[in-house]
């Protein structure tokens, strides 16, 4: 759990340093929230079931669909942009395997109201800063874009049907499987070449040359370098990938989107998803721009082991031992005080000889050592051991708060 912590409160600075505002919704929702976002076919994936009401229910499996039916209830006359994070526990219905649990944490975000390239650029530069800040090194970023890619979909004349047997073979960056797919589908050899180039090129030069004759596509693509510009030149973020065969395998999402991996985690190696998309109509309210990103806690946790982060340690500042019975009273009263200063304080609630107690004080690792006898008491001062030097020394009671915070 400190581990854990560590890892919340420093996504939490980070959130809040962007002016986002922390929110909750409920571990459940209707079952109706997350078939009208993704489709019937999400029932498989979720814990779902009927509640002693007969109402549908289902445990979330993530927080955009929760986020944004709350903030159509309840937070629409906000002003916007609205910035919202968010940490949740999510349940899949999956297999489970190393970094793929049933039950996992979410941190995540939503901004509502602003579809600029300087707010998508902010949001993507916040997610990579979450990761960066917390202590990853081995990053790294991918950006593209759905509009970009349906339009090359739409170039090839690809029927909804095919699409939809391409995008998880264009997911799982499955491109020998995608190139016999288009042979198959009668696409000729050299437009199947060149749409696959174009999934797997970083070249936004090139891919503005294959799209070029259709303009509103023309005007994705400027946006995209806008953002990619704002990412490098104020946000200091440039090792990012222009990847556009990224699909999110979500049918909501909209323009822009992006992935972050741990490069050296294996097969579940994705630690944040995010992108625009449009849901507020389809709960019913007013349309916005929407966007926002999901980061899988629990990996980024394996992440950081992986890279052997290490993790700060909260030790506790004093151990006090009272040598014989007669001592515990002030000994209590010792730790008390030390606690009413702010202090972690513990003192030995075993009765036993002082070097056990000292030997127990060690494996705690803590920062120093009180030892409590007659005749400290009787000069009103204490024995305080630090435990990293060894060094010893007497000490007046009142004046321990100080010591130890020194
Ligand atoms: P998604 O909502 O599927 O885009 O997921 C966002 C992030 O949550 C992913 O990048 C993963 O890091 C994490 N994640 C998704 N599914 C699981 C799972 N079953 N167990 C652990 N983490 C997960």
């Given amino acids: 759990m400190q581990k854990r912590r560590y890892l919340e409160q420093s996504i939490k600075e980070t959130f809040e340093k962007f002016g986002y505002k922390e929110i909750q919704t ?23 079931f009927t509640d002693k009401g007969g109402r549908e229910i289902a445990l979330r499996p993530e927080l955009t669909a929760p986020v944004i039916r709350m903030y159509v209830e309840k937070l629409q006359m906000e002003p ?16 489970p395997q190393k970094g793929r649990y ?3 944490k979410q941190a995540g975000c939503e901004i509502i109201g602003s579809d600029t390239p300087e707010a998508y650029a902010e949001l ?49 960056a499955l491109f020998e499987d995608v190139y016999d797919a288009l042979t198959e589908f009668k696409i000729n050899p050299k437009d199947a070449t060149n749409f696959l180039e174009m999934l797997q090129t970083d070249d936004i030069n ?28 104020s946000f200091d973020v440039k ?18 989107v992006f992935e972050i991996e741990a490069t050296n985690l294996g097969a579940e190696k994705q630690l944040c998803g995010g992108g625009a998309y449009e849901l507020i109509s389809l709960f019913g309210g007013k349309e916005f721009p929407t966007a ?9 946790l394996i992440a950081l082991e992986t890279e052997k982060f290490v993790f700060p340690t909260q030790r506790i500042d004093a151990y006090v031992i009272p040598i014989n019975e007669d001592t515990i009273e002030k ?47 009787k000069n009103n001062s204490a024995t305080v051991k630090d435990m990293d030097t060894g060094k010893q020394e007497t000490v007046k009671i009142e004046n321990l708060p100080k010591h130890i915070q020194g």
């Fill in 26 to 48: 409920p571990t459940f929702e209707t079952l109706e929230l997350f078939t009208a976002k993704s489709g019937e076919g999400i029932i498989d994936e979720l814990y779902s």
């Fill in 80 to 95: 916007k942009p609205l910035k919202l994070f968010y940490f949740g526990n999510c349940f899949r219905y999956d297999r």
């Fill in 102 to 104: 049933r039950e996992f």
């Fill in 124 to 172: 993507i530069a916040m997610a990579y800063k979450i990761l960066k800040n917390a202590g990853l090194k081995n990053i790294q970023l991918n950006i593209g874009n759905l509009n970009i890619l349906s339009s090359m979909f739409k170039n090839l004349k690809l029927s909804e049907d095919k699409q939809k047997y391409l995008i998880p073979l264009i997911d799982k």
């Fill in 206 to 233: 090139k891919i503005i040359e294959y799209v070029k004759s259709d303009k509103s596509t023309l005007e994705e693509i400027n946006k995209l370098k806008e953002i990619l510009k704002i990412l490098k030149n």
């Fill in 239 to 256: 090792d990012y990938n222009v990847k556009l065969s990224i699909v999110r395998g979500l049918d909501y999402y909209k323009g822009i």
């Fill in 292 to 300: 926002g990103f999901a980061i899988g806690f629990d990996r980024s």
């Fill in 331 to 377: 000994s209590l009263e010792i730790a008390n005080e030390l606690r009413n200063n702010n202090l972690k304080a513990d003192v030995d609630l075993m009765r036993r000889g002082v070097s056990k107690a000292m030997k127990y004080a060690s494996s705690l690792n803590v920062k120093n050592a009180i030892i409590i006898g007659p005749d400290e008491i």
